[in-house]
């Protein structure tokens, strides 16, 4: 298998598995209780607090979460006042934000460009005085486009608001603006265990509880999984150690895709961008019949959290593809563990498979 779908999913680090293990076998205990084994399950938790804090703005506290979706709910619930994000937002911030409009919050969804990019004059006469919470990605999951988060930012604290990063996809990859507020994460987008993410909150910054029942988090309730944060702290000292490496690989991997998907279209900006993920179409092309046909290639053709909704991609549409450019369009990633040789061999064969459909390549 040729694994080209790592903004779905990342390969688990082999330290970030070893370091899980002892907690699985004989760490049980409950890192909240205060015998010895428990104390020594919470030191390991505050280790990784540790390790993932490294790659979030400095000050401020982790809390652990489930994942990412949690915690972004917790930030967009737990605030009050309006409500302003944009079209490409992962699901996990729109759904929560029209839920939040049901109930009566004020809420604007700001438009991006062919591009990607959000059109910041209109995100300047949206974010005004009673605008409560500003919501942006980073790094866009399906097209990879790098966000001006940090303009969003200002133009937040101007209006007396309070800024929320998703920065699941940059996590590691792409400086997070110092300036945000807010920032939710998730450990298997960073070659870390999935079931557990965090949300980092500045000093002064406290969303309402999403969760309640103990507080083992100081705003979050619930056990926390020891094996998990190992793996989560482990994989974020990774991301760190070997930022460079990873980077210039990445780098390389996207020479070599541009190289042999010539002649397709890219989506979204080229330049602002994470060059780990490239998202591109050709007319007419079926991209159902194309992962059909490729059974040993594994990419995607939108957001794994979409799949199987039938619905083209909102990013796609977005960006003003019409529905039937959005449905002949596909997303690659690599990273870490991708070889140059892997990468070449899939895309050959999905240059082929269109070929095979009559699309030129």
């Not at 009050?80 to 937002?89: C, I, N, S």
């Not at 001006?148 to 608001?161: F, I, K, N, W, Y």
């Not at 210039?248 to 330049?271: F, K, P, Q, R, Y």
């Not at 990633?333 to 990468?343: K, N």
């Amino acid at each position: 298998m040729i694994y080209l779908d790592y903004q779905a999913t990342t390969p688990l680090a082999p330290e970030a598995l070893d370091a899980m293990l002892p907690w699985l076998r004989d760490g049980f205990a409950n890192p909240h209780s205060a015998h010895r084994p428990a104390r020594a399950a919470k030191a390991a938790v505050e280790v990784a607090r540790g390790e993932v804090a490294h790659l979030v703005p400095a000050g401020g506290r982790v809390a652990f979460t489930s994942g990412a979706t949690e915690a972004l709910n917790w930030a967009i619930k737990g605030t009050a006042g309006g409500l302003v994000t944009l079209a490409t937002e992962h699901a996990a911030v729109l759904d929560t934000v029209a839920a939040e409009r049901a109930r009566g919050r004020a809420v604007t969804v700001l438009p991006v460009g062919s591009d990607g990019l959000v059109d910041l004059d209109a995100a300047r006469a949206a974010i005004v005085p009673g605008t409560g919470l500003v919501a942006a990605m980073l790094v866009n999951n399906e097209i990879g486009v790098v966000q001006p988060v940090a303009e969003l930012a200002a133009m937040a604290h101007a209006a007396g608001a309070v800024m929320l990063c998703d920065a699941v996809q940059g996590y590691g990859r792409v400086a997070i603006p110092d300036t945000v507020d807010l920032v939710a994460v998730s450990a298997h987008k960073v070659h870390g265990p999935k079931g557990i993410g965090a949300l980092w909150m500045r000093d002064g910054v406290a969303p309402a509880p999403l969760l309640r029942g103990g507080d083992q988090e100081d705003g979050r309730s619930g056990t926390l999984s020891p094996a998990l944060c190992a793996g989560f702290g482990t994989a974020a000292r990774l991301m760190r150690e070997r930022a460079g490496e990873d980077a210039a690989h990445v780098a390389a991997l996207w020479d070599v895709a541009e190289s042999i998907l010539a002649g397709w279209t890219i989506n979204g900006a080229v330049e602002e961008r994470y060059r780990g993920n490239i998202n591109i179409r050709r007319d007419g092309l079926d991209v159902n019949r194309m992962m059909s046909d490729l059974r040993d290639v594994a990419f995607s053709a939108g957001s794994a959290c979409a799949s199987g909704s039938g619905r083209s991609s909102h990013v796609l549409r977005a960006i003003g593809l019409s529905d039937a450019q959005a449905r002949s369009s596909v997303r690659i990633g690599w990273g870490r563990y991708t070889t140059e040789a892997a990468l070449r061999d899939g895309l050959v064969r999905i240059v082929a498979a269109a070929g095979a459909q009559g699309i030129a390549a």
